[in-house]
Every structure is written in structure tokens, then in C-alpha cells.
T-cell receptor
Framework: GAGVSQTPSNKVTEKGKYVELRCDPISGHTALYWYRQSLGQGPEFLIYFQGTGAADDSGLPNDRFFAVRPEGSVSTLKIQRTERGDSAVYLC?????????????FGPGTRLTVL | SQQGEEDPQALSIQEGENATMNCSYKTSINNLQWYRQNSGRGLVHLILIRSNEREKHSGRLRVTLDTSKKSSSLLITASRAADTASYFCATDPALGAGSYQLTFGKGTKLSVIP
């Protein structure tokens, strides 16, 4: 398919564990975003990549969260020492081009549950 | 942080009726977008309206934008049961504002009763 894909679709882990969430953007989209959506809320920005570099990580809640995009395509969001408050749906989006004139295309999300 | 505020938070209508949702925001924007979300998962892009546009149509959707009031509305005409979902407005910041991440509101939960 030509859309944004995310794996896994669901992840259940225990408090204190490490998790990795993967995002495959639309081919050719240089901009990639991670958002987090808690129950009953709208998505909130976490981090933005333009190419391989994290151009804006101001939305990451603390240093337990980290994301990479080593080859400018697939991105991995990494969460260390997970806490119950990290439970949410993590959404990835990609957009064509650098400036904000085009829509963002969202993946189906990964639902993370921390027990 | 959430910029947009949608109202109402929840809306229940009969099939065939029109549904109107409103969104207010706080800062200057390049464009405003509306998304639909089913069952708390992937967001589906519905329509984008640029800051220099006042109204836009797409099928049964009509979006208005009033930048002087920093508000937008989404009208869904002749609603169907399949329109049942959560609807979010998202603002795309003004050009030159950095990463152009979208800022979402909390959404309106629409229920269309058959």
C-alpha cells in the first residue's frame, strides 16, 4: 500500500520495560512527525524529522523518549523505563516537502498499554 | 498543548440531518484542517482550508474559516450512520513558524442514529 504504516498495531508491556514503535512513511515524504493521543484527547506533537535529523523534538515529554530516522525513511520511537502514563495511541504522519502547505498523512497508530 | 477547541464535545443527530461542529484557535495559521477518526485509531484527512480562503466544499462537507475570529466550522450535510466518528480540527502554523506540526483540538464526537 501507499499509505503510512505503523508496527506493531498494539503493544502491551510492563512498567519499566523498553519499547520500540516503528513508522514507515509514504515513499518520498521527507517530513515525518510523531504524535501521541491520550484517551479523549486530540493528538499532541512529539517530534519532527526533516530527512534524517530531528528538526524539532520540543514535544518529547522527557528524556525517556527518543526517536531516530537514520536513513531518512523509516523512523523508530523508543521509550525507556515505560510508565503507566505512557499508555496512549502513538501516531506517525508524513508530509511531502518542507513547508507547511501540504496535508499530513497519518498511519493507523500503535496502541501502547503499560501495565 | 492543544490549540483548537471544538464544540460541541459530543453531538447526536438522526440520519439525514445536518451536523455542524465548530473550532476555535489561538495563534496565526497557514491553514486549518479537519480530520475524522474512527475508534480512536488512524486519522483520515477530510479537508484543508488555507488562511486566505473563507469557505470550501468537498462532497457533503462544507468548511468555513474566519481568521478575524480565529474560528472554523465543519458542516456535514445529509448525515449517514457511517459518519459516526470523532472529528478534529488541526491548525498548521503560519509560514516561518518552524516544524509546521499540527496542533489539534480535543475533538467532537458525532453519533448519527439510523
Amino acid at each position: 500500500g501507499a499509505g503510512v504504516s505503523q508496527t506493531p498495531s498494539n503493544k502491551v508491556t510492563e512498567k519499566g520495560k523498553y519499547v520500540e514503535l516503528r513508522c514507515d512513511p509514504i515513499s518520498g515524504h521527507t517530513a515525518l512527525y510523531w504524535y501521541r493521543q491520550s484517551l479523549g484527547q486530540g493528538p499532541e506533537f512529539l517530534i519532527y524529522f526533516q530527512g534524517t535529523g530531528a528538526a524539532d523534538d520540543s514535544g518529547l515529554p522527557n528524556d525517556r523518549f527518543f526517536a531516530v530516522r537514520p536513513e531518512g525513511s523509516v523512523s523508530t520511537l523508543k521509550i525507556q523505563r515505560t510508565e503507566r502514563g505512557d499508555s496512549a495511541v502513538y501516531l506517525c504522519a508524513s508530509r511531502k516537502g518542507r513547508i507547511g502547505i501540504n496535508e499530513q498523512f497519518f498511519g493507523p497508530g500503535t496502541r501502547l498499554t503499560v501495565l | 498543548s492543544q490549540q483548537g477547541e471544538e464544540d460541541p464535545q459530543a453531538l447526536s443527530i438522526q440520519e439525514g440531518e445536518n451536523a455542524t461542529m465548530n473550532c476555535s484557535y489561538k495563534t496565526s495559521i497557514n491553514n486549518l484542517q479537519w480530520y475524522r477518526q474512527n475508534s480512536g485509531r488512524g486519522l483520515v484527512h477530510l479537508i484543508l482550508i488555507r488562511s486566505n480562503e473563507r469557505e470550501k466544499h468537498s462532497g457533503r462537507l462544507r468548511v468555513t474559516l474566519d481568521t478575524s475570529k480565529k474560528s472554523s466550522s465543519l458542516l456535514i450535510t445529509a448525515s449517514r450512520a457511517a459518519d459516526t466518528a470523532s472529528y478534529f480540527c488541526a491548525t498548521d502554523p503560519a509560514l516561518g513558524a518552524g516544524s509546521y506540526q499540527l496542533t489539534f483540538g480535543k475533538g467532537t464526537k458525532l453519533s448519527v442514529i439510523p
